[in-house]
């Protein structure tokens, strides 16, 4: 596609519900990246992929959060036992370069979580 | 760790005035900086990237940044503001290559006929 692509632009969930979040990079960008973004905050890091394996996924916040990308294209991000704090914009990436500051990082429109 | 302080959570500017987005940063090491745009109802865009070449880097629209090791900045200008400028603005830094873009928290530009 033309830019990267989110899916769905907006979730609501209950509480303890399990979810998925899904990003469709730019065609040929091999680094895929995950950040969140709450009310009033910045982007926070939470994992990158250089291909198909995790370089670093320092940032996801706890054993409930985790993300694969298994064909090293799309990339789906996994939340466990959903909690009210979760709620948030999850915003994907992608750039050509390996590096997470080398190039210059193609993001998404985010997927907006509401935990109820 | 590293880190950017973004000052004033909204700058409000007159239709061509002066535009002047602060920003601040803590690293260790050399810093990468880069400045992005979050225009509404769409994703981050990259307005200009200081990668330790020229200290004063352009963007796009008219945006540019100075980087200033002894201050620790990477402000963020424009001559005259346009409506169309109206946004936020986030600051990024990098320890080359070795750690994830931090962000701050953003700047929201109101641009005032």
Not at chain 2, 86 to 94: D, L, R
Request: hydrophobic share 35%; proline share 4%; with cysteine.
């Amino acid at each position: 596609g033309a830019g990267v692509s989110q899916t769905p632009s907006n979730k609501v969930t209950e509480k303890g519900k399990y979810v998925e979040l899904r990003c469709d990079p730019i065609s040929g960008h091999t680094a895929l990246y995950w950040y969140r973004q709450s009310l009033g905050q910045g982007p926070e890091f939470l994992i990158y992929f250089q291909g198909t394996g995790a370089a670093d996924d320092s940032g996801l916040p706890n054993d409930r959060f985790f993300a694969v990308r298994p064909e090293g294209s799309v990339s789906t991000l996994k939340i466990q036992r959903t909690e009210r704090g979760d709620s948030a914009v999850y915003l994907c990436a992608s750039s050509l370069m390996g590096g997470m500051n080398t190039g210059e990082l193609f993001f998404g429109e985010g997927s907006r979580l509401t935990v109820l | 760790a590293q880190s950017v302080t973004q000052l004033g959570s909204h700058v409000s500017v007159s239709e061509g005035a002066l535009v002047l987005l602060r920003c601040n940063y803590s690293s260790s090491v050399p810093p990468y900086l880069f400045w992005y745009v979050q225009y509404p109802n769409q994703g981050l865009q990259l307005l200009l990237k200081y990668t330790s070449a020229a200290t004063l880097v352009k963007g796009i629209n008219g945006f540019e940044a100075e980087f200033k090791k002894s201050e620790t900045s990477f402000h963020l200008t424009k001559p005259s503001a346009h409506m169309s400028d109206a946004a936020e603005y986030f600051c990024a830094v990098s320890e080359k290559g070795n750690t994830p873009l931090v962000f701050g928290k953003g700047t929201r530009l109101s641009v005032i006929a």
